[in-house]
């Protein structure tokens, strides 16, 4: 773990951690664009002028993941953004662009931020499209690529020398609490193969999505305390239907179960929304 290090910046971005090979450096998502700044400074204090950022890793196309890009290709222009080819082609339309800089915005608002977001789109892309099996050599550092869909079509985990992992959110975010927030919006059962392939890596340490290195005492039981969320977040909203509810009166029953004062520091409202009225509409429909 020496050589993998928290640059994480800003309430509400993805974790972001910096991967120091002897060769080469990665970063694994990069988190919003209101706090990109601050992001570039954490970094620069880790290489201290004696390296470069080689690699950004994108575990999905999400706006709070990803959009710290186009500031890093200022500060590193020869950086090379890696991710799933459907997130490589999201990047391509313009109305996904122009709903990811929409959301930007609204963090900006959020979080306090007093400058809107104003970045070219043209740097927000991805260079190499990666996928099951693939595997990065930094020198002595190794990092697989595991396809994990389920919160998104383009969700991917990454294994670090076969011992520590950044499982995609399909598999759900810890809170401090210890407490498991199930984010599959596509798929529950894709999400439910997702964790097991996590789980059969058998990693040494987890890297939580929005949270960060899970302590080695919940490590033992992570993986069925994911599962278990999934599970009991699929069953409210199938019982809910049963008893003849519409989808937006299961989201306010949703939200104000699930929804607590933790899950706030993760997730503002609007994203909230989004991604969990088409996991209830992706649960319905394929029940």
Known sequence: MKNIINVTSGKGSSTAFLILGKDKTALIDCGMAYCASSLIRNIQQVLNDERKLDYILLSHSHYDHIS???????VWPDVKVMAAEYAQNILTKKSALKTIKELNNQSVLYYGSSQLIDYDDTLMKVDHKISEGDSLNLGNTNIDVLETPG???CSLSFLVNNEV?????????????GKINSAFIISYKQTINSI???QKANPRYIISPHFGLVDKSETPTYWKKCIQAANNTRNFVLKLFSLGF???KIFKEFENFFRDEEYKLYQPDYAFEINNRAMIKSIINNR
């Open 196 to 198: 097991n392939k996590c």
């Open 151 to 153: 919160h998104t079509k």
């Open 165 to 177: 992992i950044f499982p995609s959110e399909t598999t759900g975010c810890m809170s401090k609490s």
């Open 68 to 74: 710290a890009v186009p500031y890093l290709r200022k």
């Open 246 to 248: 519409d989808q937006d």
